[in-house]
Structure formats: structure tokens, C-alpha cells
């Protein structure tokens, strides 16, 4: 009888990890908040992103070639942005009133919200290192 109960102790303790590992992996991606990127849709959309969370909008023109830059390395270096950011893109050339209401005067432009879609800090560039340089502290 003992050998059988040795069988049976071994089979669940090689059985148990396979179990408990993945759920451990399910909650730390539920912990995690994923960060994502939007196309600018309006101002209802930016207050109820900023409130809540961690939100920028980044002023691209297609004609921009350190906009066309930093959206290469933004798509290879995602996984490295600050968990839970939002990133909103705007179009440099169509967002007039977007680009006064932040005093953006040049393309390729990041604007920080606060919790209620109000700039709090703007610069220009820097790619994914400047993302995480002026999220970090949220």
C-alpha cells in the first residue's frame, strides 16, 4: 500500500505544478495593465482616457520624418513602454484647436495629461526612452 501512496504524493506533485503556474500567470497579466495606442477621436475621449490613467498624446505628420521615426522605433520597442500608458495619436496638420489647446508649435510633439485631460508637460521626441523618462513617476 505504501508504494502505491508514494505513486499517487509523486503523481500530484508533478501534476500540481502544471496547475498552479499558469493561474499565477493569468493574475500577474490581470495585474499588469497593458498599454495601448488610439487614434485622437475627440475631447470626450481624451478626458475619459486621462481619468483613468496614465495618458499621452503625440502630434505626428506624416510628412514628418522624426515623426515616421519615432513611430518605427515606438513599434519595436512597445514592450518596453510604462505598463497601463495610453498613447493617443494626433494629426499634426488636422487638429488645430487640439494642438492651440496644449500650445503645441511643432510636430513630433508628446503632451502628458493630467486626470483631467489638461497638458501638464510637453516635448519633443525622444522615442520610447522620453515616453518612460516622463511616465515613470506616475
Request: include cysteine; glycine fraction near 6%; proline fraction near 4%.
Given at each position: 500500500?505504501?508504494?502505491?501512496?508514494?505513486?499517487?504524493?509523486?503523481?500530484?506533485?508533478?501534476l500540481l505544478p502544471a496547475t498552479i503556474v499558469p493561474a499565477i500567470a493569468e493574475d500577474a497579466a490581470v495585474a499588469a495593465p497593458q498599454s495601448q495606442v488610439l487614434s485622437?477621436?475627440?475631447d470626450a475621449q481624451l478626458a475619459e482616457l486621462a481619468a483613468k490613467?496614465?495618458?499621452?498624446?503625440?502630434f505626428?505628420?506624416?510628412?514628418?520624418?522624426?515623426?515616421?521615426?519615432?513611430?518605427?522605433?515606438?513599434?519595436?520597442r512597445w514592450d518596453e513602454v510604462n505598463p497601463g500608458l495610453t498613447l493617443v495619436i494626433a494629426d499634426y496638420?488636422?487638429?488645430?484647436?487640439?494642438?492651440?489647446?496644449?500650445g503645441v508649435t511643432?510636430?513630433?510633439?508628446?503632451?502628458?495629461?493630467?486626470?483631467?485631460?489638461?497638458?501638464?508637460?510637453?516635448?519633443?521626441?525622444?522615442?520610447?526612452?522620453?515616453?518612460?523618462?516622463?511616465?515613470s513617476a506616475l
Amino acid at each position: 500500500m505504501r508504494p502505491l501512496l508514494r505513486l499517487l504524493l509523486t503523481s500530484l506533485f508533478l501534476l500540481l505544478p502544471a496547475t498552479i503556474v499558469p493561474a499565477i500567470a493569468e493574475d500577474a497579466a490581470v495585474a499588469a495593465p497593458q498599454s495601448q495606442v488610439l487614434s485622437y477621436e475627440g475631447d470626450a475621449q481624451l478626458a475619459e482616457l486621462a481619468a483613468k490613467g496614465t495618458t499621452v498624446v503625440f502630434f505626428y505628420a506624416a510628412w514628418c520624418p522624426n515623426c515616421r521615426a519615432t513611430v518605427t522605433e515606438l513599434n519595436a520597442r512597445w514592450d518596453e513602454v510604462n505598463p497601463g500608458l495610453t498613447l493617443v495619436i494626433a494629426d499634426y496638420d488636422k487638429e488645430q484647436a487640439l494642438k492651440a489647446r496644449f500650445g503645441v508649435t511643432y510636430q513630433d510633439t508628446f503632451v502628458l495629461l493630467d486626470q483631467d485631460g489638461k497638458g501638464v508637460e510637453l516635448w519633443n521626441s525622444g522615442g520610447v526612452n522620453g515616453l518612460n523618462a516622463h511616465t515613470s513617476a506616475l
